[in-house]
């Protein structure tokens, strides 16, 4: 089974700043990817990234990457420049070849202008 | 390109009634999944549909029952609810042979009573 564990509840951060989420992942298999999802107050879960575990390379999306560390299994989220818009839940995620998605408790992102 | 949508978006339900959810995927994508999400808690997966028949099942209850249709529509039942079902139930889609990327419906929010 995989568990996705998110330590931080809440974070803040001013507007424009740089801001980075936590997250840790317990896996067995070999082939599995990591997602970062965001749901604001619509309720609509939005994919912000997603790395391939085979694929070394952190994942970048415009203002947000990742820093994923394999060994470790770590898979953090910076979101530089921080707009407003920006704050909501965030869920961390993993999931094996295109099933289930196994999500962390979420960190709520409050940005203050 | 209508996005995944579900409905009702709210309802509300007495213990030990029975509840039908809907959910219609994104255009062009034929696999259907489930989450329950519970206050303050990520979604967690209920099961997922392909080709008319469940391929997966997290760890649910068979109170909680499923459908989907010719035309890749789905529905999620609950029989004998109990207040613990209160949650929101989020509809995801994708391709089954496209890459590894689920699209969320906005949910749909149940309360038991």
């Known amino acids: 089974a995989q568990t996705v564990t998110q330590s931080q509840p809440e974070m803040s951060v001013q507007e424009a700043e740089t801001v980075t989420l936590s997250c840790t992942y317990d896996?067995?298999?070999?082939?599995?990817?990591l997602f970062w999802y965001k749901q604001p107050p619509s309720r609509q879960m939005i994919l912000v990234i997603r790395q391939e575990a085979y694929k070394q390379q952190n994942a970048t999306e415009n203002r947000f990457s990742v820093n994923f560390q394999k060994a470790a299994k770590s898979f953090s989220l910076k979101i530089s420049d921080s707009q407003l818009g920006d704050a909501a839940m965030y869920f961390c995620a993993s999931s094996n070849s295109g099933y289930a998605l196994n999500f962390g408790k979420g960190t709520s992102l409050l940005v203050t202008p | 390109d209508a996005g995944v949508t579900q409905s009702p978006t709210h309802l509300i339900k007495t213990r030990g009634q029975q509840v039908t959810l809907r959910c219609s995927p994104k255009?062009?994508?034929?696999?259907v999944s489930w989450y329950q999400q519970a206050l303050g808690q990520g979604p967690q997966f209920i099961f997922q549909?392909?080709?008319?028949?469940?391929?997966q099942r997290g760890n649910f209850p068979d109170r909680f029952s499923g459908h989907q249709f010719p035309n890749y529509s789905s529905e999620l039942n609950v029989n004998a609810l109990l207040l613990g079902d209160s949650a929101l139930y989020l509809c995801a889609s994708r391709r089954v042979d496209g890459a590894n990327v689920l699209t969320f419906g906005a949910g749909s929010r149940l309360t038991v009573l």
């Open positions: 255009s062009g994508h034929d696999t």
């Open positions: 896996t067995s298999e070999s082939d599995y990817y």
């Open positions: 549909y392909y080709e008319e028949e469940e391929r």
